[in-house]
Structure formats: C-alpha cells, structure tokens
Antibody, heavy 125, light 107 residues
Framework: EVQLVESGGGLVQPGGSLRLSCAASGFTFSTYWMHWVRQAPGKGLVWVSRINSDGSSTTYADCVKGRFTISRDNAQNTLYLQMNSLRAEDTAVYYC??????????????????WGKGTTVTVSS | DIQMTQSPSSLSASVGDRVTITCRASQSISSYLNWYQQKPGKAPKLLIYGASSLQSGVPSRFSGSGSGTDFTLTISSLQPEDFATYYCQQSYSTPRTFGQGTKLEIK
C-alpha cells in the first residue's frame, strides 16, 4: 500500500524549532518530487515547499523562506521539514505530499496524488 | 506567483443536484489544473488532474473542463458523500498555488 506517515508535530514556543518527518512506503520514493502543504485551523491549503527527486533542488513559499528547510533521505525513504524561528502564524496541520509527473497528450502533467494524514504544529507561548 | 480564485466560496445544494464550481488563474496555465476534495479532519483527495482527467477510483459524476485561465469542476448528480470542500490547484509553475476553496453544503 502506498503510504505517507508524518510525525514530529507538537507544541512549540514562538522562536522555537521543530523537525517534521514523513516516512514513505509502498512506492519508489527516490523517483518522486515531494512537497509539504499546510492548513491553518479553519483555513485553506497553502503550499510550503518542494524538493526534487534527488534532493538537489528545493523551493519555498515566501512566508517560510530562510526559516524552513526541506530535505530527504532516499536511502531511508524519508522526507523532512526543519522549521526554525517559528511564529504563531505557522500553526497548522502539515501534510507530506507526493507529486506525480505523468505524460500524455504529448505533455507532462503534475499532480499531488498521495497525501499523508498530517501532523499538527502549534506555535504558542 | 500565479493566483487562483474559486467561485463561489460556499454553495448549498441538494442530493441529486448538478453543481458547478469555477476556478480562475491570474495568467494562462494551459491545462495544468488539478481539483481536490477535502472532508473535515481528513487529508485532501485528488479528483481531477490535467484539467479534465479523472483520477483512478473517482466516480464518473465528477468532471472537469477548461484551459488557459478558466476552469470548472462539475458534479452531475450530488451524492451525500460529496458534501465537502473543493480546491483547485495549478501545477504550471512553482509555487503550486491553491484556490481558497469552495465549501459545498447540504441545503
């Protein structure tokens, strides 16, 4: 079964740090781009970061740039998100997401087909 | 960054109704548009990718159309399990932006 399982969430004070992990199973992890997407309480989905299949390229949302670092260990089938200088507005459920690249009609299409159940991060004093 | 705008933000409908949700991109994204369904307390689920391709296992009452900047998600005959929040998302470029969501409620 294809599965993503996040861990590492919790309560942290403003200015603190957390590292989220996402364990992948049931597919060849090293061949997929991976993303983190978050959702604040009662709000919509917000893309946070992505990493390419070999970890050589990363991109971040402006709101987390310079504070968060995405990485992966393909030998351990694990995705990470190191979160530093946390703020109250970082409070959210964080989802680990697999992105597929699919070729049809002479075009590559990209879509997020597997989502973890999420891990909750609460930033509060 | 590409902005995605959905309308309406909320919608009340009855079982059996035909429902259409609209998503507009701030610039042309060809057919790089995906739709997701999210139920309370659950992770989002992929419904439609490439604007009109149905994800495996998704009921055929769901369909998508559009290209360029204007897209629609249609549910042909609402079922009780379809009451949820729906999000569009562009995959034309990074950041992968989402619409603000459309909450579909029971009338």
């Amino acid at each position: 079964e294809v599965q993503l399982v996040e861990s590492g969430g919790g309560l942290v004070q403003p200015g603190g740090s957390l590292r989220l992990s996402c364990a992948a199973s049931g597919f060849t992890f090293s061949t997929y781009w991976m993303h983190w997407v978050r959702q604040a309480p009662g709000k919509g989905l917000v893309w946070v970061s992505r990493i390419n299949s070999d970890g050589s390229s990363t991109t971040y949302a402006d709101c987390v740039k310079g504070r968060f670092t995405i990485s992966r260990d393909n030998a351990q089938n694990t995705l990470y998100l190191q979160m530093n200088s946390l703020r109250a507005e970082d409070t959210a459920v964080y989802y680990c997401v697999r992105e597929v690249r699919s070729y049809y009609d002479s075009t590559y299409y990209y879509y997020m087909d597997v989502w973890g159940k999420g891990t909750t991060v609460t930033v509060s004093s | 960054d590409i902005q995605m705008t959905q309308s309406p933000s909320s919608l009340s409908a009855s079982v059996g109704d035909r429902v259409t949700i609209t998503c507009r991109a701030s610039q042309s994204i060809s057919s790089y548009l995906n739709w997701y369904q999210q139920k309370p307390g659950k992770a989002p689920k992929l419904l439609i990718y490439g604007a009109s391709s149905l994800q495996s296992g998704v009921p055929s009452r769901f369909s998508g159309s559009g290209s360029g900047t204007d897209f629609t998600l249609t549910i042909s005959s609402l079922q009780p399990e379809d009451f949820a929040t729906y999000y569009c998302q562009q995959s034309y470029s990074t950041p992968r932006t989402f619409g603000q969501g459309t909450k579909l409620e029971i009338k």
